[in-house]
């Protein structure tokens, strides 16, 4: 594979090359691995940030028809929107609750449009990877705004907190003040709570329930890197469309506040610290699963378990097995 040539057609928008390099990262051979940073490599010159929207809720919340509508909107301004999705059910059933194309029907229509389903991967970390990988090709793709989805269970919101430049979490309307079980954690990374399905029959309980959650929000420490006013909740109505223009028009605001302020760049570079540090771990990871180390831990194991070494003796060993003896 020419991989110049692969980076050169990315860079003139063909979506096509764009998802062939998506295939690239997800492959976990070694081979397209090298390929896949080689590209990413060539890419990386070309500098162009698209904003980075997180968006996660429950299943039947309303993403796939939130994003349908916003994404039409945002293109209707003349913007190119990607979606990928970061799906942990696949991680454990190989099944596939998000991501399924044929849930953006109009969207993915678009020429403006790439809408990629996440992968079935064996665990977080490799997905993790590989959609972050796939944000950056989405960028030198040309595309201006990248959503990137995520159903609301484990880990995986904090995964695509960690590559988005805005957050955002869709809520559906609940009677009561019970505030949907949402969890601190996740109240604590947003930066805006849609409540969507805010119409008809359901427009006043969303309205509640967005009041509630803009009280809960109140509640929340106040961090630098928010203007005065966020993080804040709003209502939506995904199939109405109402709200959406006043959601976009907040997100612009809380970035271009965030560009003009530092805080913009500075989030950047931190996610690239942190994923940097990820990267190792992974590699780590994966060098213990090598047979050769395989088989000195199954014997270091043994030589600890029947008091021969110490634990700490024996890791020493493995360590330097891998090539990682660490001093001190
Ligand atoms: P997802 O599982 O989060 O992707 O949710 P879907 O987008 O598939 O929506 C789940 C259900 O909620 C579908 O029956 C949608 O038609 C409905 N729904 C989504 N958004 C709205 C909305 O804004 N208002 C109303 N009334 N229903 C909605």
Redesign the pocket.
């Known amino acids: 594979m020419d991989i110049q040539d692969l980076a050169g057609r990315i860079q003139n928008g063909e979506r096509r090359a764009l998802a062939r390099a998506i295939t690239l990262v997800e492959s976990g051979r070694s081979d397209h691995r090298a390929q896949a940073g080689e590209l990413l490599e060539a890419l990386k010159p070309a500098g162009r940030q698209a904003l980075r929207i997180g968006l996660s ?10 994003i349908e509508a916003f994404g039409m909107h945002l293109i209707a301004q003349g913007l190119r929107v990607a979606v990928l999705a970061v799906d942990p059910s696949s991680a454990r059933s190989g099944g596939s609750i998000l991501g399924d194309k044929t ?1 953006m029907e109009s969207l993915s229509r678009e020429r403006n449009a790439f809408i990629r389903p996440s992968p079935s991967q064996a665990q977080m970390g490799g997905v993790a990877r590989r959609t972050r990988e796939a944000v950056a090709l989405c960028e030198a793709a040309g595309f201006d705004v990248v959503l990137i989805e995520t159903v609301g269970v484990g880990q995986s919101e904090t995964v695509v907190a960690e590559m988005s430049d805005l957050f955002l979490l ?1 809520i559906a309307p609940a009677g009561g003040d019970e505030l949907q079980g949402v969890k601190r954690g996740i109240m604590e990374i947003a930066d805006l709570i849609l409540v ?5 029959a ?1 427009k006043d309980t969303a309205t509640r329930t967005c009041a509630d959650y803009a009280g809960a929000l109140r509640l929340l420490r106040k961090r630098p890197q928010d203007p005065e006013g966020f993080p804040k909740a709003l209502t ?5 469309e109402d709200g959406l223009e006043k959601a976009w028009g907040e997100m612009q605001a809380l970035s271009d506040w965030r560009r003009e302020n530092g805080h913009w760049d500075r989030r950047r570079a931190d996610q690239a610290r942190h994923w940097f540090e990820e990267e190792v771990r992974l590699r780590l990871l994966a060098a213990l699963d090598k047979p050769a180390a395989r088989a000195a831990l199954s014997s270091l194991g043994q030589d600890v378990a029947g008091g021969q070494m110490s634990p700490s003796h024996a890791a020493e060993q493995m360590l330097d097995l891998l090539g990682t003896s660490q001093a001190g």
């Open positions: 809720g429950t299943p039947g919340v309303g993403k796939s028809t939130f849930r869709l969507n399905k805010a119409d008809g359901l939506v109505s995904a199939v109405t």
